[in-house]
């Protein structure tokens, strides 16, 4: 499994991070970045909710 | 029963002779009676207008994500004036969709819901771009320092000087920096100002404890005013904000109503503006009030970020919002009828302690400081929480460059221990409505 944020649509509300910090960032210009590549197991669920709770549907997993 | 109102403990009685959405008491301090709502129960009904208030934070979550049982439509009204027929039955959907129109501010986007909420969002943020609101907070500095030289009356260095601050500075910084943001051109900007002032500012507007009742359109002059924007740039595009918000178009690539437009364009000042004065307020009122807050943020400046995230959870400028239930639902191990109107109180769910640790005390440290609900949640979290974020910060920053002591003024609050304070008068918003402020300049060379 992997994510993406889109950077067009995030605008930085910070709750995939508090949904699942192992795999999404708040960077320094305030917008969120999620972790390259595979995802590590077992944040599969935390993942969903993240994706599930961004108020911009700015992630995407596939 | 204005002011007369018995002090508010965890006894029930007590929490039940308040009307929330009447009393100044309330206005004043309204954290006791969440505090006495959410020991009774985190989804608790009142007795006087007969509205089930959501106190806690993972109730107040769950809500703000159901957007299936959860309709918006009385989003700023709530049980004023209420639905304007009996909601009966155990789906009132349709009832909903039937009289929606007639709710106060029944085309602002707070109180759409999907799937035209989806496309009207989408609208508004094809206008606040990350590229967008990178240039407008750097036009954000020049923005404060131009309104500090008169604020602060010139930088003689080392004197001091005072002012009221809600109205000498955040009121015209938070207009400027959505004017800037939205391209209106300067020499209309007084003019836009004046259309604010005589809007909903003047009358009961949005959750005022008065008796009134809100307008069903609070905002028809600005209207018409950003309509000739809209309008004249379709038809003379230039290279200029206004013409990428005049030709911004749905996500299927629809071209909206010019009215589609300037809804979403008047939200922002509607709802962008007043809210984020209620936060600078109370953040320049710590600042003013804690001298080691002070010290600290003037030394750190990286630590104003959080700071301004505890100011966000402990006096969250928007205490709540409304909702109604579709259909019957249980929330928190409460059952809900159908046609129940609900105050999601992100100020009460705050200072959950479920949630927050010592949820009164002001840490900007705290772990997960950020986990506050003041923008709200789900769909309709905050489209301008960027932009708060962004004011706060250089308005702060700022005001910390160019003076090197701010504190309060003693004769128009009272000394340390008696200190007066006015809050707004409603019951959706959080926010003092004059605070005073005496500031020693920094020396010219040392402002930045």
Known sequence: MKASVDDERCRGHGICELACPEVFTLTDDGYAEAREGELPAGTEAGVKTAAGSCPERAITVT | ??????????????FEAVDFFRDESVVADPYPYFDALRARCPVQRESHHDVVMVTGYDEAVRIYNDTEAFSACNAVSGPFPGFPVPLEGDDVSGLIEAHRDELPMSDQLPTLDPPVHTDHRAL????ITPKRLKENEESMWRLADGLLDDFLEGQNGG?????????????PFTFLVIADLLGVPEGDRAEIAALLRHGPADGGGIGSTGED??????????????????????????????????TATFPDGRLPEAADVVRVAANLFAAGQETTVRLLGSALKLIAEQPRLQAELREHRDRVPLFVEEVLRTESPVKG???LTRVPVTVGGVGLPAGTTVMLLNSAANRDPRQFDDPAAFDPARPGVRRHIAFGRGPHTCPG???????ARVAIERLLDRTTDIRLSEDHHGPAGARRFHYVPTFMLRGLTRLFLQF?????????
């Open chain 2, 1 to 14: 029963m204005k002011g007369a109102v018995p002090a508010v403990t965890d006894d029930k009685t007590d």
């Open chain 2, 124 to 127: 508004l943020m094809r206008l």
């Open chain 2, 159 to 171: 004197v001091a000087v005072s002012g009221e601050f809600v109205s000498g500075f955040a009121g």
């Open chain 2, 213 to 246: 009742t809100l307008d069903r359109n609070p905002l028809g002059h600005l209207y018409e005013r950003v309509a000739r924007y809209i309008e004249d740039r379709r038809r003379a595009p230039r290279e200029d904000v206004l013409t990428g918000l005049a």
């Open chain 2, 321 to 323: 919002d409304f909702r």
């Open chain 2, 385 to 391: 929480a960027p932009l708060a974020r962004a004011e």
């Open chain 2, 440 to 448: 020693t300049l920094a020396p010219p060379q040392e402002a930045a």
